[in-house]
T-cell receptor, first 115, second 117 residues
Framework: DSGVTQTPKHLITATGQRVTLRCSPR?????VYWYQQSLDQGLQFLIQ???????AKGNILERFSAQQFPDLHSELNLSSLELGDSALYFC??????????????FGPGTRLTVL | GDSVTQMEGPVTLSEEAFLTINCTYT??????LFWYVQYPGEGLQLLLK?????DKGSNKGFEATYRKETTSFHLEKGSVQVSDSAVYFC????????????????FGKGTLLTVNP
């Protein structure tokens, strides 16, 4: 158990809908990262937050947004969902930023299925 | 941009066989290198890491050496067990900006390992 929790575990929805994925980082970790894992694209970095502020952006679509709250939990909002958004979404957290050997601890993931 | 290429498999071995999963990378600067493992139905776990050239990361019988001259970080284990069956990801951590204050992980596609008794 990494100490990172994600809810829900599974989500099934229809095209055009909006969903929210939730992540609670390990106790003491200030930084949260979101990743998307799909069969064709593999694991891709989406976005990073540090202590409530957006820190870095990866391959995140404009239809997706995220935020980190004062209690450090984070939410990833996916809107106008398309079939191709079906994937596993992982959250990771870390204590340190600004270091290349900074270990990230991953949650169990949310499996999103768009029908 | 940064990239990681690893043999995609799947790899099927018998218990006690020798394992090698190849990983090569392309990056500017001096990345740190990682191997993560994903067991069925779970998130990724860090298996081992190396932060500079010639470093050897090791854990649970797995080893990988950071080879700058060949830009490689191959994963090896001398004798695999059924419990090692999982997906293995090679990854690098490199700066997102010249200031070096933000880093991101770039992953390979993953290699599915199945170990049969």
């Amino acid at each position: 158990d990494s100490g990172v929790t994600q809810t829900p575990k599974h989500l099934i929805t229809a095209t055009g809908q909006r969903v929210t994925l939730r992540c609670s980082p390990r106790s003491g970790d200030l930084s949260v990262y979101w990743y998307q894992q799909s069969l064709d694209q593999g694991l891709q970095f989406l976005i990073q937050y540090y202590n409530g502020e957006e820190r870095a952006k990866g391959n995140i679509l404009e239809r997706f947004s995220a935020q980190q709250f004062p209690d450090l939990h984070s939410e990833l909002n996916l809107s106008s969902l398309e079939l191709g958004d079906s994937a596993l979404y992982f959250c990771a957290s870390s204590v340190v930023v600004g270091s290349s050997y900074n270990e990230q601890f991953f949650g169990p993931g949310t499996r999103l299925t768009v029908l | 941009g940064d990239s990681v290429t690893q043999m995609e498999g799947p790899v099927t071995l018998s218990e006690e066989a020798f394992l090698t999963i190849n990983c090569t990378y392309t990056a500017t600067g001096y990345p740190s290198l990682f191997w993560y493992v994903q067991y069925p139905g779970e998130g990724l776990q860090l298996l081992l890491k190396a932060t500079k050239a010639d470093d050897k990361g090791s854990n649970k019988g797995f080893e990988a050496t950071y080879r700058k001259e060949t830009t490689s970080f191959h994963l090896e284990k001398g004798s695999v067990q059924v419990s090692d069956s999982a997906v293995y990801f090679c990854a690098l951590s490199a700066a997102l900006d010249s200031g070096g204050s933000n880093y991101k992980l770039t992953f390979g596609k993953g290699t599915l390992l199945t170990v049969n008794p």
